[in-house]
């Protein structure tokens, strides 16, 4: 593993341009649960119960009430060590875009604690493929809010309602089934077509179009560096492969 983070090191640090991509396991050590593999999400849970448009349709109360606890777990944590390497690099680095899928905050809280006072994060940092659990959009006319902490899943009527149009708010995420914004689809393609290194990290690269977004990397010439304790589909494709915990690897490596 020390020739394999030379290496890592090396990559990064004489590439002009660097995409980032990271999935749940980079909050892993924040307390977040991932979605798969041992205690993931997805192994309690029923996506299509919970995270599709038509399970909203069919029983609001009972999205509202997974999102509400997955909201109240969150509110206890903080980012950790990688979120802080990663944010630290886009800072000292401007060819650095972060691209992730995780609806966490935890990369912008990171972003806000390393800024200098004199400084405001970058707003685009990161580009949140499937949007953010710190928001609400509206069911009808789209209108986007701050998340509401309050909310009250005990019956129908007191769910979140928008206050423009009055229709239900929903949590700003993407579904299953549901497209991603197309302007930050676009721009992760892009900067990933035009990246020298692609650090891929804690994410078992299964969900489209997120999982397409490391090949574009390889096809347009870069190579890339995957940081994860299992193997995942990436990982015969990348270059380096360091199969650790990101909140020790991406500090030894940034
Ligand atoms: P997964 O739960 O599928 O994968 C998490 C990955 O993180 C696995 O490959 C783990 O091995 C790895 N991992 C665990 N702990 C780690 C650590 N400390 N450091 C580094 N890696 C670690 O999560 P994602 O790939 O992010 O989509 O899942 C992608 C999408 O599927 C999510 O955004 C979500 C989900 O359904 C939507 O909700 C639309």
Redesign the pocket.
């Known amino acids: 593993m020390t020739g394999d983070v030379e290496r890592a090191r090396e990559l990064i640090g004489r590439a002009e341009r660097i995409l980032v991509l990271t999935?749940?396991?980079?909050s892993?050590?924040s307390g977040v649960p991932?979605?798969?593999?041992d205690g993931?999400l997805?192994r309690s849970y029923r996506?299509e119960a919970l995270?599709t448009p038509e399970a909203f349709a069919r029983d609001p109360r009972l999205v509202w009430e997974w999102y509400a606890w997955r909201r109240s777990c969150l509110a206890e944590c903080r980012p950790n060590p990688a979120h802080v390497a990663l944010a630290r690099l886009a800072l000292r680095h401007p060819g650095t875009s972060l691209v992730t899928?995780?609806v966490d905050g935890l990369h912008h809280q990171a972003a806000d604690a390393v800024v200098r006072p004199e400084e405001v994060a970058d707003p685009a940092y990161p580009l949140e493929l499937?949007g953010a659990l710190h928001r609400d959009r509206c069911s009808r006319c789209g209108r986007r809010t701050p998340a509401r902490y309050d909310v009250d899943a005990g019956s129908p009527e007191s769910l979140p309602r928008c206050e423009e149009c009055g229709a239900l708010l929903r949590p700003d995420?993407?579904?299953?089934g549901e497209a991603l914004a197309p302007e930050v689809i676009a721009a992760a393609f892009e900067a990933a077509r035009s990246a020298d290194v692609g650090l891929v990290?804690?994410?078992?690269?299964?969900?489209h179009p997120?999982a397409a977004i490391p090949e574009a990397v390889i096809r347009s010439g870069g190579v890339l560096v995957e940081?994860?304790?299992?193997t995942?589909t990436l990982t015969a494709s990348a270059v380096v492969s360091l199969p650790g915990?990101?909140?020790s690897v991406l500090p030894e490596i940034l």
Request: aromatic share 10%; net charge negative.
């Open positions: 999935g749940a396991g980079v892993a050590e991932t979605f798969r593999g993931g997805w996506p995270a899928q995780n499937h995420v993407v579904w299953f990290v804690g994410t078992s690269a299964v969900v997120a940081v994860n304790p299992e995942t915990a990101a909140g």
